[in-house]
């Protein structure tokens, strides 16, 4: 396995994530835009937009309703849908 070096943030990486099948990978930063690349080559495969600020966490669901804050962003990656969800 080769390291990879991903362009894509503008600000310091905050936390890295992996989807259960391991083909995604999802990164946040202090800028507002967190990614997802393709694990296999580095491939920037979109930017989620919607944020205003630092993003400090991500998390990949796989069906299991949010209940960690009162207010969430939520984006479908199969359709690039972004919605504010009120839990």
């Known amino acids: 396995m080769r390291p990879?070096?991903?362009h894509g943030h503008e600000r310091a990486i905050t936390q890295?994530?992996?989807n259960r099948e391991g083909d995604?990978?999802?990164s946040c930063s202090?800028?507002?835009t967190p990614?997802?690349?393709y694990s296999i080559?580095?491939?920037r495969l979109g930017s989620f937009d919607g944020h205003n600020g630092t993003v400090w966490c991500i998390d990949v669901n796989c069906g299991t309703?949010?209940?960690l804050s009162p207010e969430l962003q939520m984006l479908n990656v199969d359709f690039g849908i972004?919605?504010?969800v009120h839990v």
């Open 4 to 6: 990879l070096m991903l």
């Open 16 to 18: 890295i994530k992996y």
């Open 24 to 26: 995604l990978l999802f």
């Open 30 to 32: 202090k800028d507002p």
């Open 35 to 37: 990614n997802v690349w």
């Open 41 to 43: 080559n580095g491939e």
């Open 65 to 67: 309703p949010p209940k």
């Open 82 to 84: 972004l919605r504010l």
